[in-house]
């Protein structure tokens, strides 16, 4: 039986304007109770189960409802093809109990067999905000397009414990690649090659990341896919080999709020090396690829269920809870993907 909707709903909203993701603090949230809002033709209602924290701008404006990456279930629809029921998720759903969906063809995906392999305890929802969601989606799609993975070549995952990291070791290593990882502590160094079972993983923070990777590498790497920008993708430069790749997907070591610019511009030191060594170098940025989840889903629920890939989460519960947890994203605090979780399925 569907759940009673309640009258009022709970949201988060930001109060102030952000001046760069590192500088987010609790202060700029706040929580509201607002009306349950009305549901009009084309339109559906999506009760929220889980939201992840991604650090993406939060670019809306103050007072304007939050959007990001989120699970539900569909609670009321006035769009032919949407049914009470169905388990969504995409990039639109606002960081309320309940979230109205205007135009959700655009921006919702129905996630197919999403409630089955939930209530069989073979993939929890949460898993679509991390390994099968975003967060996936940008390391699957990035060596579908640009990676050219073969057995036995060696990558190099810059905060290889993140979200986005931690998916693309696991694929690498399922392609059956020697997988380097970086992170910023020995507990994550630990996880990486004890849970995630990559060959070898270096601490940046006590470690000279170049120097290790040119003493465990010294032919140089096949790939090296970077998460964190600036000195991070000049050690991409000097570490891959001729005709080698270099895939870059964030700055997270210096994140603006509007669009995940750097906040402070950087010079990079060596881009002759691009031409020296004939190296391919590709950016991605999922936004532009959310047409993929189906086929995305379809390869890698069946890897999930088999437990051939495993989701590493932090989960707090309550959108009572997205203030202090937000303002820890960057700070190195969590391991793998952040979910809030809001309600039970
Ligand atoms: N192109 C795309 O489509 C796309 C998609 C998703 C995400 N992204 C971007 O990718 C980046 C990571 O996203 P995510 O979801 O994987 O985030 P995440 O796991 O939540 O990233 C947070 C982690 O980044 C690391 N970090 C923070 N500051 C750092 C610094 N100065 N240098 C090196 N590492 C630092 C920390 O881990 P340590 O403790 O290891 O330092 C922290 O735990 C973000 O910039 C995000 O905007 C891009």
């Not at 990035?142 to 694929?171: H, M």
């Not at 465990?216 to 000097?238: N, R, T």
């Not at 999922?286 to 989460?313: D, I």
Request: hydrophobic share 40%; glycine share 10%.
């Amino acid at each position: 039986m569907a759940p009673t909707i309640p009258a009022t709903n709970t949201r988060v909203l930001r109060v102030k304007n952000v001046a760069g993701l590192h500088a987010v603090n609790e202060s700029y949230f706040s929580i509201e109770q607002t009306p349950k809002p009305e549901v009009h033709d084309g339109e559906i209602l999506v009760r929220s189960l889980y939201i992840g924290l991604d650090p993406c701008p939060l670019d809306q404006a103050v007072k304007e409802p939050l959007r990001g990456f989120g699970v539900g279930e569909v609670v009321e629809t006035k769009h032919t093809q949407f049914q009470v029921g169905d388990i969504v998720s995409g990039p639109s759903l606002t960081w309320d109990a309940y979230s109205l969906q205007k135009e959700p063809a655009k921006t919702l995906f129905i996630v197919p067999n999403a409630r089955q392999l939930a209530e069989q305890n073979k993939v929890p929802l949460s898993a679509y905000l991390g390994i099968l969601g975003m967060p996936g989606l940008t390391a699957w799609q990035s060596f579908q397009l640009y990676g050219d993975l073969k057995a036995g070549q060696t990558i190099f995952v810059s905060s290889a414990a993140g979200g986005v990291g931690q998916t693309a070791v696991q694929y690498a290593k399922l392609k059956g690649l020697k997988v380097i990882g970086s992170a910023g502590s020995d507990d994550k160094v630990e996880y990486l090659k004890k849970t995630l079972g990559i060959d070898h993983a270096i601490n940046y923070k006590t470690q000279d990341v170049k120097a290790e990777i040119q003493r465990l590498v010294p032919e140089g790497l096949d790939l090296y896919f970077d998460v964190v920008g600036q000195e991070s993708l000049d050690i991409a430069l000097e570490t891959t080999k001729r005709f080698g790749r270099i895939i870059t997907i964030g700055t997270v070591s210096n994140m603006n709020h509007d669009g995940g610019s750097p906040q402070t511009p950087y010079v990079h030191k060596n881009l002759h090396l691009i031409y020296v060594k004939e190296l391919r170098i590709h950016g991605l940025s999922a936004f532009n690829h959310f047409g993929v989840f189906p086929a995305f889903w379809t390869e890698t629920q069946s890897q999930f269920a088999a437990g051939l890939l495993q989701a590493t989460e932090v989960v707090e519960d309550g959108l009572v809870n997205v203030p202090k947890t937000f303002a820890k994203i960057l700070d190195g605090s969590y391991r793998g993907k952040v979910v809030i979780k809001v309600a039970d399925l």
